[in-house]
C-alpha cells in the first residue's frame, strides 16, 4: 500500500488543522493505521492510531481531548483532526499502515508515506 499525507500548512496557536492519508490499493481497510511526528532535531512521536474498522483507536497522553483520529475505508483515507494547537505541535505528520494491531510503536507498522509538515506560530 502507499501512502500520502497531505493538509499541513502555517497555522497560529489556538488554530484547527485536518490532516488526510490517501492510500492506495484495495486493502486499505484491512489495515491499522497510525499517525507520527518528528518535530526539528527530535525523535519521531507517536500521534494515534485507529484499527482497520474504525472501531478501536488510541492517542499519546499530550494529544489527547485536542486531536481525533478518524477513517473512511470507502475513501481509503485516514485522518487526524487537531484541535487547539500549540507552537510544539510543529513537526512533520506521517500516516503509517500496519497489520499487526493497534500500537503507539512505529516498528508495528509496514508502510509509511511522506509526510506534511505542520508548522504552529505563536
Known amino acids: 500500500v502507499q501512502l500520502q499525507a497531505f493538509g499541513g500548512g502555517l497555522v497560529q496557536a489556538g488554530d484547527s488543522l485536518r490532516l488526510s492519508c490517501a492510500a492506495s490499493g484495495r486493502t486499505f481497510s484491512t489495515y491499522d493505521m497510525g499517525w507520527f511526528r518528528q518535530a526539528p532535531g527530535k525523535e519521531r512521536e507517536f500521534v494515534a492510531t485507529i484499527s482497520s474498522s474504525g472501531r478501536s483507536t488510541r492517542y499519546a497522553e499530550s494529544m489527547k481531548g485536542r486531536f481525533t483520529v478518524s477513517r473512511d475505508n470507502a475513501k481509503n483515507t485516514v485522518y487526524l483532526q487537531m484541535n487547539n494547537l500549540k507552537p510544539e505541535d510543529t513537526a512533520v505528520y506521517s500516516c503509517?499502515?500496519?497489520?499487526?494491531?493497534?500500537?503507539?510503536?512505529?516498528?508495528?507498522?509496514?508502510?509509511w508515506g511522506q509526510g506534511t509538515l505542520v508548522t504552529v506560530s505563536s
Open positions: 503509517a499502515a500496519g497489520s499487526r494491531g493497534i500500537s503507539s510503536y512505529s516498528t508495528y507498522y509496514d508502510y
